[in-house]
């Protein structure tokens, strides 16, 4: 593993992961966020344009990496020395999830790109900029060696009683 910083270690000496690993799980799990974020909004004082554009936001299709995005956020909240084995084993296979999910994506964004449907002139260049910013996070997931390093690193398991 290379050398970073002392502050680029938590208390339990394991390096950080950095703000733009924060970001590319946040929006590889979007979809999961924004269900939540719908659900949550229901509820709260959110206004219902707000909410109608959340819900509208979510569709089926965005489910599969929405869920691998997701389950590493969920290991990453989680990472700590009493982590499950489950929690562990996401953890240490988190590169990959995040790269399966960054992939799946574009696909999904691509196939949804009314450009792709003969239909040139329609203005909708989410789909485009979604996949573009998918193949983004792809490549720093997988180039970083920063982000390589930070998913190698686990909290000692804390010992039996």
């Avoid at 344009?49 to 389950?71: H, K, N, W, Y």
């Avoid at 988190?94 to 239909?119: K, N, R």
């Avoid at 490549?139 to 920063?146: E, K």
């Amino acid at each position: 593993m290379r050398r970073y910083g002392p502050d680029s270690y938590d208390d339990n000496f394991c390096l950080k992961p950095p703000f733009l690993l924060w970001l590319a799980v946040l929006y590889l799990s979007r979809g999961f966020v924004l269900f939540f974020l719908s659900a949550a909004g229901s509820m709260a004082a959110l206004s219902t344009d707000t909410v109608t554009f959340i819900r509208q936001s979510l569709r089926l299709e965005t489910v599969i990496p929405s869920i691998m995005g997701a389950a590493v956020l969920y290991a990453l909240l989680r990472r700590a020395p009493g982590a499950s084995k489950p929690v562990r084993w996401v953890w240490t296979k988190g590169q990959l999830f995040l790269a399966a999910a960054a992939l799946a994506d574009v696909a999904i964004q691509l196939i949804d790109s009314p450009m792709l449907h003969g239909d040139a002139y329609d203005q909708t260049a989410w789909p485009l900029v979604a996949a573009g910013l998918d193949l983004y996070f792809l490549a720093y997931v997988l180039a970083s060696p920063r982000v390589r390093d930070t998913f190698a690193a686990l909290p000692v398991a804390d010992a039996p009683h």
